[in-house]
């Protein structure tokens, strides 16, 4: 059974960090691209970021371009996303989710349970 | 303001069919696959069908979708109560470099 476990949400001030992480299993973690997408409260969804399988692909929003930064690490079975210089528009339940493809330009067929992160003073 | 094109809102009652448009441009849907999901209140999106009109094994075929030039349309047909859902189409964006969604569709089962 495919599960992504999503952590490292929280309540962090404008301008600070967070790290999410995202633990695979249930397939072949390193034959599958990998993919963040956040919805805010009671909006839609908005891709975030996305990653190759061996990392030589990666590809950001314009939204968080330049802040945000995506990695995984193969022998972990684990997805990651760097978030710094925080702003309230960030504020977002931050899903996980497995490509279905080994590239990044593909659809989603598993998805996390969500991780909130909270952008507030 | 979402690259692809949802209706808001569709509305049927149980055991009628409903469509869902989806509607881009060759930069995104008119070149790339489509995928759709669906995402019951209070939960994570599910994938309901991809590769334009592909359905994962656990899907009922109830459920089905099509693709032509710039649009698609996802179809969900003999309506459940248990349908009521938000419905997300997304795809590549080639000009963008980045996967783009359309804001949803409500489906309410009347």
């Known amino acids: 059974e495919v599960q992504l476990v999503g952590s490292g949400g929280g309540l962090v001030q404008p301008g600070r960090s967070l790290r999410l992480s995202c633990a695979a299993s249930g397939f072949t973690f390193d034959d599958y691209a990998m993919h963040w997408v956040r919805q805010a409260p009671g909006k839609g969804l908005e891709w975030v970021s996305g990653?190759?399988?061996?990392?030589?692909?990666?590809d950001y929003a314009d939204s968080v371009k330049g802040r945000f930064t995506i990695s995984r690490d193969n022998a972990k079975n684990s997805l990651y996303l760097q978030m710094n210089s925080l702003r309230a528009e960030d504020t977002a339940l931050y899903y996980c989710a497995k490509a279905d493809k080994l590239g990044i330009g593909s659809g989603f067929d598993y998805w996390g349970q969500g991780t909130l992160v909270t952008v507030s003073s | 303001q979402s690259v692809l094109t949802q209706p808001p809102s569709v509305s049927a009652a149980p055991g009628q069919k409903v469509t869902i448009s989806c509607s881009g441009s060759s930069s995104n849907i008119g070149n790339n696959y489509v995928s759709w999901y669906q995402q019951l209140p209070g939960t994570a999106p599910k994938l309901l069908i991809y590769?334009?009109?592909r359905r994962p094994s656990r899907i009922p075929d109830r459920f089905s979708a099509s693709k032509s030039g710039t649009s698609a349309t996802l179809g969900i047909t003999g309506l459940q109560t248990g349908d009521e859902a938000d419905y997300y189409c997304?795809?590549?964006?080639?000009?963008?470099?980045?996967?783009?969604f359309g804001g949803g569709t409500k489906l309410t089962v009347l």
């Open positions: 590769d334009n009109n």
């Open positions: 990653i190759s399988w061996n990392s030589g692909d990666i």
């Open positions: 997304g795809t590549w964006d080639t000009s963008l470099s980045a996967v783009v």
